[in-house]
């Protein structure tokens, strides 16, 4: 059974700090990674994907990745209210999402 | 106009009852997929589709049938509904295997 882990959360963090979201995964040969952002009632938005080891950085966000140890994080630099969502790690090859992590920034 | 729509938006049915959600796409992709999403579970895929001839099944495909009636379009079946049926339900489409999936805005389906 393949399956993909999140810490369900939920986790808080003050503005302006940095959130650091975990996910592991059991297939050793999965390829590609994505993080998405859920709001509720919404549906799922993509943030950033990975597909090689190290790390991969968009403006506030850094995805990082590690094939040998089978997990993806996702750091969230100077986090806002904003930002307060659940947060969606997926393996795409294998079309499964974690359970999610629900992040709140408090002001 | 959103790239995928799903209707309905919201529906309420009662246990036994035929339901049909359907979804349409403009992105011009050929894999489409259906998930449902219950709280605290996450996303877990019903059905997929690589193009018209092409559906299999996903992890919970029990209780559900699928439709490719046409590169745009991906309806999704529920027999005869149970209570357990209801969830948030999404529908989502991409270029290939390992790409981006864009998801519709859900249906939300409660049975009664």
């Known amino acids: 059974q393949k399956e993909v882990e999140q810490n369900s959360g939920p986790l808080s963090v003050p503005e302006g700090a940095i959130a650091s979201l975990n996910c592991t995964y059991s297939d050793r040969g999965s390829q590609s990674f994505f993080w998405y952002r859920q709001y509720s009632g919404k549906s799922p938005e993509l943030i950033m994907f990975?597909?090689?080891?190290g790390d991969k950085e968009d403006g506030r966000f850094t995805a990082q990745l590690n094939k040998a140890s089978q997990y993806v994080s996702l750091l969230i630099r100077d986090s806002q209210p904003s930002d307060s969502a659940t947060y969606l790690c997926a393996v795409m090859g294998d079309m499964r999402f974690g359970a999610g992590t629900r992040l709140t920034v408090k002001p | 106009d959103a790239d995928v729509t799903q209707t309905p938006r919201n529906r309420i049915t009662k246990t036994g009852k035929r339901i049909m959600l359907e979804c349409s796409q403009t992105k011009g992709h050929d894999r489409m997929y259906w998930y449902r999403q219950d709280p605290g579970l996450g996303l877990r895929l019903i059905y997929y589709s690589f193009d018209v001839k092409d559906i299999n099944k996903g992890e919970i495909s029990d209780g559900y049938s699928v439709s490719r009636q046409a590169q745009a379009k991906f309806s999704l079946s529920l027999e005869s509904a149970i209570p357990n049926q209801t969830a948030l339900y999404f529908c989502?489409?991409?270029?290939?295997?390992?790409?981006?999936?864009?998801f519709g805005p859900g249906t939300r389906l409660t049975v009664l």
């Open positions: 990975i597909y090689s080891n």
């Open positions: 989502a489409t991409s270029a290939s295997f390992y790409n981006e999936q864009f």
